[in-house]
């Protein structure tokens, strides 16, 4: 492998000396091109980690380069952040009472005010904002300011974009749309993204390293179908997905033998069909999620839950046979 953009050795930030709270001999390695997605719950660590890469927060122990050089924090910076990354924040710091373009423009010197012009120009193309340059910052949906906001992030081209919760204030059809931006720019404008969120969808669907952290501890990484179908951790399974957990005895019930303590199944793993090694479940209650629902099911005290890809076609109450296609063991 090739050296890496930015790499992390032993990072721990702790914010006093006698709590826990900040993050943990973090180790990490991000190759140029990556979409890295760091997932974990609220006060997992995510925006402390993205701080420290940035250069806003100084490491009480540990090493981070870029490129091989030593990354320094804000006690030897005067201006914190590194040239060479974007940190996209909640709080969009545009100028408000200014137009589209000026806030874009404003971000580029003036030695060359017609590649200025055009540079503005292409990028406010490239995100589909070009229809707003004339318009005022307050006059823009928070949609619309955010992407004013992540063109000027971009349009100094740098290496790396980091995103701390960019989704929180879209709603879904925004969401899906940003999505695709970032992914077009990962992949077309070859920018290294690192993007923290707390939906595991967003580290699903994005990123090509996922990065799950837990009470400031990096739990594990790895491509996100890697992670997701076969998590090292049963936290990991309930974090993505909707795991559910058996003990042994009551995997034993069902017909699922282990030699561990527990087992781990997503609902999608329970097939609703009837053979020769299906049980029958009673329905205990039904989930709705659109287009498909989970089925909460019992039998003999053990609860399991199904995905059913046909919505409607059950009822509380009645009994349904199921089959167990797979189950990884803890
Ligand atoms: P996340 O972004 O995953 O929600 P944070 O990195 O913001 O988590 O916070 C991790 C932990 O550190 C939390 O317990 C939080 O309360 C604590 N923390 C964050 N910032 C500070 C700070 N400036 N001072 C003291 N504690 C902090
Ligand atoms: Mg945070």
Redesign the pocket.
Known sequence: MSQPIISLQNISKH?SEDSS??VNSINLSIQKGDFIAIV?E???????LLKLIYGLLMPDSGEIEFKGKPLHGPIEKLIPGHDSMKMLNQNFNLNIYARVYENIESMLSNEDLKSKKEKAQSMMNFLRIDHLANKKIIELSGGEQQRVALARAIITEPEVLLLDEPFSQLDALLKTQFRADLKRLNEELGITVIL?SHDPVDGLTLSNQMIILKD?ILMESGKPDQIYLAPAYIYTGKLLGNAFVLSADEGQKMGLKTKKENLMIYPEWVQLKSSWSSKGYLIKDIFFKGFYEDLLLERDNVQIIAMNPRPGIYAKGQKVQVVVDKYLEY
């Open positions: 914010y709270a900040g974990g609220s006060g997992s660590g995510k925006s402390t923290v400031g």
